[in-house]
């Protein structure tokens, strides 16, 4: 049973900085397939930033610039580095695999930019 678990979100001035954690514990689980989602009040889970299966990072229009994903295979984690936040950037932060095969969503991490 695989289980990813993040960390790392905060409350943060809009301009500041986080970096976020995203564990994966679990057999057969390959953190290369994994990417961030992020999920604003009353709006839907969106797919932030990921490796495609060249291995190449692929962000969304709204973060291109400022985040930037990195991973470490030894550790089994893969990181969010978020710059220059804004408070439009406020959200639950997950990390997960890439569709179709999501696995069961953890708690996430919740990140607050105040403005």
């Known amino acids: 049973q695989v289980q990813l678990v993040e960390s790392g979100g905060g409350l943060v001035q809009a301009g500041g900085s986080l970096r976020l954690s995203c564990v994966a514990s679990?057999?057969?689980?390959?953190?290369?397939?994994t990417g961030w989602y992020r999920q604003a009040p009353g709006k839907q889970r969106d797919l932030v930033a990921h490796?495609?299966?060249?291995?190449?990072?692929i962000y969304a229009d709204s973060v291109k610039g400022r985040f930037a994903i990195s991973r470490d295979n030894a550790r089994n984690t893969v990181y969010l580095q978020l710059n220059d936040l804004k408070p439009e950037d406020t959200a639950v932060y997950y990390c997960?695999?890439?569709?179709?095969?999501?696995?069961?969503w953890g708690q996430g991490t919740q990140v607050t930019v105040s403005s």
């Open positions: 997960n695999s890439l569709p179709p095969l999501l696995l069961p």
């Open positions: 490796y495609n299966s060249a291995g190449r990072t």
């Open positions: 679990g057999t057969a689980y390959s953190i290369e397939s």
